[in-house]
């Protein structure tokens, strides 16, 4: 895995619809237009030249050149809208949010934020999402990893979270091979969608006083 500077260059990979991020279909050389490749085939392509040949990932920052490539994946990935204030923190958070880069192509990230709410010190997975296709060339792992280092170089989180519909069975195994837990439902948390309930998944690295309280009793 590598990490790509900030910049504002990559194309976004999507699967149903092609997403133009150039301002013209490209072509091979000396190609009439019936040889003419759109955004689709190309990614097409690119997909299964990194399964032949064993493509590489990257994570990458996130910048005012490339925000719109982040929008564009979280419409694609997201039963849910982001709105403007989520967008202008993630700009903030630093190595806390990443793109993450397949053979150059934007095909996933991951956006995190401090919390300390409760008398803890949490890191909060807002979002982690994978195009579909890309999904089990572990691109997921490469950011969750990404995620868990940052927890333990820094030594001062009590738990990483984040919020998962109660019917993505998928996610929730992901995320309980890395050491999250369960630990509480919440009823009615998303708006506009259903199963609207979601499971609260946590991961804990020390007992806060109201735990080991709770423990002790």
Request: charged share 25%.
């Amino acid at each position: 895995m590598g990490m790509k500077s900030s910049g504002g260059w990559g194309q976004l990979a999507t699967w149903g619809k092609p997403v133009k991020l150039t301002s013209a279909p490209l072509r091979f050389h000396n190609s009439s237009k019936k040889d003419t490749y759109d955004m689709m085939q190309l990614k097409l392509l690119n997909l299964i030249m990194a399964i032949l040949f064993r493509g590489h990932t990257e994570l990458g920052d996130i910048t005012p050149h490339n925000i719109k490539q982040l929008k564009l994946l979280n419409q694609v990935v997201f039963p849910v809208t982001y709105n403007d204030k989520f967008y202008k923190d993630v700009l903030e958070v630093g190595e806390l949010a990443k793109l993450a880069y397949f053979n150059d192509i934007v095909v996933g990230a991951v956006c995190c934020r401090i919390d300390t709410s409760d008398n803890q010190r949490r890191l909060y997975i807002m979002t982690l999402g994978c195009l579909a296709p890309y999904r089990r060339l572990h691109i997921g792992t490469v950011m969750l990893k990404h995620v868990l280092k940052i927890c333990e170089e820094d030594a001062n989180f009590d738990n990483v979270f984040l919020h998962v519909q109660v019917n993505n069975d998928g996610a929730i195994k992901f995320y309980e091979k890395f050491g999250f837990k369960i630990v509480e439902e919440k009823k009615n948390y998303y708006k506009r969608i259903e199963p609207a309930d979601a499971y609260v998944l946590q991961k804990t690295f020390r007992e806060s006083g109201e735990q080991k309280a709770v423990a002790k009793n």
